[in-house]
């Protein structure tokens, strides 16, 4: 995750919080974003979510409505 991220994460209590994570990649997927979204938020339920391939980004409606599911 990007160093802004990490400093919104530790700026905000996020307890008892849904974070549901979303990124395009080409390859990488999540990296290690969701392991470091747990250390980051301890106390937060955070959720499998969703990584899409870049170049699909257009196509992507389905995983996209499985975010917004993840939602409700
Ligand atoms: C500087 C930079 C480096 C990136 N490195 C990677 C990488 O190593 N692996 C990966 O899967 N995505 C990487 N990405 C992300 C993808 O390039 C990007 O999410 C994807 O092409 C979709 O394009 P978008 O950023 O316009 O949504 C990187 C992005 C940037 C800006």
């Known amino acids: ?42 106390r937060a339920d955070v959720r499998q979510g969703v990584a899409i391939r870049g170049g699909s980004a257009a196509t992507a409606d389905k995983e996209v409505a499985r975010i917004v599911d993840m939602m409700k």
């Open 1 to 42: 995750m990007p160093m802004a991220v990490f400093t919104f994460l530790e700026s905000y209590d996020f307890s008892g919080k849904k974070i549901i994570p979303f990124c395009t990649h080409e390859g990488s997927g999540f990296g290690h974003s969701v392991e470091d979204l747990k250390k980051a938020c301890p």
